[in-house]
């Protein structure tokens, strides 16, 4: 089993910074592979970026370059920059984790451990 804790959500104005992290227990952080997920009110929950135990990345196109995932495996804890946030990133963010492959998945059933979420709102 693994816990996921979310923090770092906020109100934020557009063009403005956000880092989320998310804390990992239960499980050894390091053989894990970490995704953040976001949903906006209205809408299914979408893949935003993950990160493997090897720090490789993925993100969707709509936050390449704008977001970044890094992880401490010192202190079991995966985060989630934002830069330049639009008003279109406001959305409750979720962390989720699950056994590392070489795959990075995009899809969310394939991710077996899932934090509470966070609230993400950019104000235009």
């Known amino acids: 089993q693994v816990q996921l804790v979310e923090s770092g959500g906020g109100l934020v104005q557009a063009g403005g910074s956000l880092r989320l992290s998310c804390a990992a227990s239960?499980?050894?952080?390091?053989?894990?592979?970490m995704g953040w997920f976001r949903q906006a009110p209205g809408k299914e929950r979408e893949f935003v970026g993950a990160?493997?135990?090897?720090?490789?990345?993925h993100f969707i196109d709509s936050v390449k370059g704008r977001f970044t995932i890094s992880r401490d495996n010192a202190k079991n804890t995966v985060y989630l920059q934002m830069n330049s946030l639009k008003p279109e990133d406001t959305a409750v963010y979720y962390c989720?984790?699950?056994?590392?492959?070489?795959?990075?998945?995009?899809?969310?059933?394939?991710?077996?451990?899932w934090g509470q979420g966070t609230q993400v709102t950019v104000s235009s």
């Open positions: 989720a984790a699950r056994p590392d492959t070489l795959v990075l998945y995009t899809t969310e059933m394939k991710y077996d451990y």
């Open positions: 239960g499980q050894t952080f390091r053989t894990l592979a």
């Open positions: 990160i493997a135990r090897s720090g490789s990345t």
